[in-house]
């Protein structure tokens, strides 16, 4: 499969007959910069970069590359004037000259390089083929900063891959020399960024889970999840078995972040826009009703019945991972819209277990989490964006919404759309107060660097740091990754395991072809039926991005149904021996859905090129 090229990794290996090099080039560690002339970020870090020089030494190749301040005319000149130099020695000269400027790099400072290079002649105004080479080769920079995943000047990259550390030089240090816990966070944030890493992740638990659960430590490993855990106040006791902490509680973490991904979709994503809603909201609605009705066609009526909701779920993390893997060959369009058709998917399924998969309800406990909901929406109204407050009221909302006989998950969906959200912040100001802060910081001279910044400035670069970010988005931001490499790992571990057993077929027939056939064939139908309608209808229109074709590739994937479908399922058989038949039915389901839809994606390129 085609990967996509990760953003944080240098886009152009070093070239030495072509790039500005200094040091061997067999050193070990190489240090590209891409900066600019106008930028004093670029000017303030150069002394950082000269440090390292000598600190390393012969170890150290350093590498400039351009990159201008966009929008600065002067930057760009800079840039021209001492690209102009064909002389290695009298380029390094010059860019140090500029790159040690105290102040603004000027006019009369362009003026004496064109004045050098004229008498030098290295250079004539006249000499058109030269200065045209001049600016293709910063357009190649340029568009390999872009490349690479620069945003601003200076920008770094150890080793081919982004620095995004601080700037001082035991910082630098440490990245550079690849210390273990540099080493290691390294390696985790590059897998948690690469797309796939999610899908491969719960593959691997899930792999593990039906491994152990075939294995001679079966007995083992069940009665392990089976061992209760609680706590007592009292004559009053709490006690649920770890499994149960996991599916009831843990999995809150889970909803929670799907309740703030559905809030930021529909406030400021690709739902918020009617028109582009319709689309992916017909396709969810077709994709959930559809797979329920073939399902209930297929299975007898009885207890089965029940199992309705299971092949209703999507499993974003699945159907994602693999269009990822696909990399050019989806266009970002078509993701965008399954991502969408994912979102209003889990509604939909949150809906399903909140009213059809709930135990005996306790009014005395939901009226107590009712006042919960209702403290949450005045601290809500009241302006209060501390995140302790609705973090506290949502422990509490969880007890009363498990204990009052609702799916407890229900609990993290609320808490999501009572966490607020805030006016957009104004950045400009913001960054002109934290400059400010700074700057008279660091006329206290010497005791900035013994002690560090005052109590009160620190305080201060809190409540910016604070104003640039939403809580919701917050939350999210720290959330969504336990939810994705802790949460849903773990959910697969405990429930994927199913014993492989010829016992488990029998009688269970009708119930495993009514899963797996509502996943595979309903899915896709639900799917393209919904979204035929509504474009016949006039009510939305098919972006010419991807074909139909492809939208049915998309459809397929969606039939991967797996984690949503195995919490439905754990709510929908209490008899274990159809809980297995169930979960081998969602396995076979789901895997013949990804090996459908990505051989359906897999060549269905529309004419024109998706980059």
């Not at 990760?6 to 240090?31: K, M, Q």
């Not at 994937?557 to 399922?569: D, E, K, R, W």
Request: hydrophobic share 50%; glycine share 8%; aromatic share 10%.
């Amino acid at each position: 499969m085609t990967l996509p090229t990760p953003t944080n990794r240098l886009d152009r290996a070093v070239d030495e007959a072509y790039d500005h090099v200094l040091g061997p080039s067999d050193a070990e560690i190489t240090l590209v910069e891409y900066g600019s002339y106008a930028d004093p970020a670029s000017r303030l870090t150069h002394g950082r970069v000269a440090a390292m020089r000598s600190q390393f030494g012969h170890r150290l190749r350093y590498v400039f590359r351009h990159r201008p301040v966009p929008g600065s005319d002067i930057a760009r000149r800079a840039a021209e004037l001492v690209e102009s130099y064909s002389d290695p020695v009298r380029f390094w000269n010059v860019h140090v000259s500029l790159i040690t400027q105290a102040d603004e790099v000027t006019e009369e400072h362009l003026h004496t390089i064109a004045a050098d290079l004229v008498l030098e002649g290295q250079a004539d105004s006249s000499d058109n083929d030269s200065f045209s080479r001049v600016r293709a080769r910063i357009d190649a920079d340029v568009e390999s900063a872009a490349a690479s995943g620069v945003l601003i000047t200076p920008t770094f990259f150890i080793n081919g891959r982004r620095y995004d550390g601080p700037w001082d030089a035991s910082s630098f240090s440490e990245a550079m020399l690849g210390s273990p816990g540099h080493v290691v966070h390294a390696v985790a944030l590059d897998f948690a960024k690469w797309a796939p890493s999610t899908g491969i992740l719960l593959l691997l638990t899930t792999v593990i889970a039906v491994v152990l659960a075939n294995s001679t430590f079966s007995s083992s490993f069940n009665d392990f999840w089976n061992l209760p855990l609680g706590f007592t106040f009292g004559s009053a006791a709490f006690e649920l078995s770890l499994r149960h902490w996991i599916n009831d509680g843990l999995l809150v973490i889970f909803f929670l972040v799907v309740g703030l991904e559905i809030k930021r979709e529909f406030t400021v994503g690709h739902l918020a826009d009617r028109s582009s809603m319709a689309l992916p909201v017909a396709a969810a609605i077709g994709g959930m009703v559809v797979p329920a009705l073939l399902y209930l066609i297929l299975v007898p009526a009885g207890v089965w019945s029940r199992g309705w909701g299971v092949p209703m779920a999507t499993d974003t993390a699945f159907a994602v991972a693999l269009i990822a893997m696909m990399g050019r060959r989806v266009p970002v369009e078509l993701r965008v819209f399954l991502t969408a058709a994912a979102i209003v998917d889990d509604i939909g399924a949150i809906i399903v277990v909140a009213i059809f998969y709930s135990s005996e309800l306790k009014l005395g406990y939901l009226g107590s989490a009712a006042a919960i909901v209702g403290l949450l929406a005045l601290l809500n109204r009241g302006g209060v964006y501390r995140a302790s407050p609705y973090v506290f009221l949502g422990a509490g909302l969880w007890a009363c919404v498990h204990t009052g006989g609702i799916h407890a998950t229900l609990a993290g969906i609320l808490l999501a759309f009572l966490i607020p959200t805030r006016p957009p912040p104004n950045p400009k100001a913001l960054m002109l107060q934290a400059d400010a802060i700074l700057t008279a910081e660091t006329k206290r001279g010497q005791e900035v660097f013994r002690y560090g910044p005052s109590e009160p400035s620190l305080e201060a670069l809190d409540a910016i740091h604070d104003r640039l970010e939403s809580p919701a988005d917050r939350m999210l931001r720290y959330v969504a990754p336990r939810s994705s490499y802790v949460v849903l790992p773990l959910f697969a571990l405990v429930n994927a395991g199913v014993v492989m057993d010829t016992d488990v077929f029998s009688g269970h027939a009708a119930l495993m072809i009514g899963v797996a056939a509502a996943l595979v064939i309903g899915k896709p139908l639900g799917f393209l039926a919904a979204t035929l309608l509504v474009v016949r209808l006039g009510i939305a229109a098919k972006p010419s991005a991807y074909s139909w074709r492809q939208l049915a590739g998309a459809g397929a994937l969606a039939g991967i149904g797996f984690t949503m479908s195995l919490f439905i399922a754990s709510q929908a058989f209490a008899v274990e021996a159809d809980f297995a038949a169930a979960k081998i039915a969602i396995f076979a389901g789901s895997v013949l859905s990804a090996v459908i839809g990505v051989g359906i994606l897999w060549n269905a390129r529309p004419e024109r090129d998706f980059r």
